[in-house]
């Protein structure tokens, strides 16, 4: 299908996707959520950085961490030089979200506990199901399993020391990243 356009670049008409929702309007709402959520990562980061005094770490500083913070790769097909391909872009980025929620609860608890909720989570959720929503297979989309989650968060609340601001910046690292690519 297509989508038609007056001269004044009003919407006419809206093609539908596989679920019955409107490709643009979802596309529109993806990358506003988007870019919100990466603009709230973004300021996290810069205050984490502020509160401790700076980030830069050399590569022995780095501690060992027992878990993988979700990241998009050239395997996930998000990047037309990488063979761009929308259904498995969708599933990674889709996926992707949903395996960041005990990451991202933990830096809501742990570095934005004195402020008002941002609701990030919420909204990744949100933009999660929305990508979702526009593939072709949605049954597809992998969710973390309740008893990794549990074992990642215990891990997140055991840290007290230094490792503490690097966890949090590479969450913030991966979480932004994440966020950005649902923008491409």
């Not at 979200?97 to 990744?124: C, D, G, N």
């Not at 992998?142 to 055991?158: C, E, I």
Request: charged share 20%; proline share 5%; glycine share 6%.
């Amino acid at each position: 299908g297509s989508c038609l356009r007056t001269n004044a670049g009003s919407l006419e008409s809206v093609t539908t996707g596989p679920n019955g929702q409107g490709y643009l309007y979802l596309y529109y709402t993806s990358m506003n959520l988007a870019t919100w959520l990466k603009h709230v990562a973004t300021e996290w980061d810069k205050e984490l950085c502020e509160k401790s005094g700076g980030c830069e770490c050399q590569g022995d500083d780095h501690p060992n961490f027992p878990f993988g913070i979700p990241e998009i790769t050239a395997a996930d097909r998000c990047q037309p030089e990488h063979a761009f391909d929308k259904e498995t872009c969708l599933r990674a980025l889709a996926s992707g979200l949903f395996h960041m929620e005990v990451f991202v609860k933990y830096i809501e608890q742990t570095l934005v506990s004195e402020r008002p909720p941002t609701y990030s989570w919420i909204t990744a959720k949100h933009l999660a199901n929305t990508l979702k929503s526009l593939m072709e297979d949605p049954e597809t989309v992998t969710y973390p399993d309740a008893q990794v989650k549990d074992s990642y968060s215990q891990m997140l609340a055991s840290y007290t020391d230094f490792r503490t601001v690097v966890i949090k910046h590479l969450i913030l690292q991966g979480y932004e990243g994440s966020v950005r690519a649902c923008k491409v």
